[in-house]
């Protein structure tokens, strides 16, 4: 059974930062694409950011490109996203998915995890 379980949400003010994790227990890691994406109350669910298999590629949207970076550790089946100079629009529910390939649709993810709420006080 496939479990991606996200860590490192929480409160912080705007302008701070917060790193999250998902662990993920998956048999092909190395060979998935994974992403962040988020959903704030009443809000559809929206891409944040993705990275190939390998790490080389990464994709983010325009609201977080420069400020969020994400990343992977194939060895310990780890996906982080660090998100700097937070902003409260940033506010969400961060959700960690697994694609066969890099997607930024929700309609092409296999996998999601719970979900860990980020929230942003001005």
């Known amino acids: 059974q496939v479990q991606l379980a996200e860590s490192g949400g929480g409160l912080v003010q705007a302008e701070g930062s917060l790193r999250l994790s998902c662990a993920a227990s998956?048999?092909?890691?190395?060979?998935?694409?994974m992403a962040w994406f988020r959903q704030a109350t009443g809000k559809e669910r929206e891409f944040v950011a993705a990275?190939?298999?390998?790490?080389?590629?990464?994709f983010y949207a325009d609201s977080v490109k420069g400020r969020f970076t994400i990343s992977r550790d194939n060895a310990k089946n780890q996906a982080y996203l660090q998100m700097n100079r937070l902003k409260p629009e940033d506010t969400a529910v961060y959700y960690c998915?697994?694609?066969?390939?890099?997607?930024?649709?929700?309609?092409?993810?296999?996998?999601w995890g719970k979900g860990t709420l980020v929230t942003v006080s001005s």
């Open positions: 998915a697994a694609s066969p390939i890099v997607t930024k649709s929700i309609d092409g993810v296999d996998y």
């Open positions: 998956l048999r092909t890691f190395s060979r998935t694409a």
């Open positions: 990275i190939s298999w390998s790490g080389v590629s990464t």
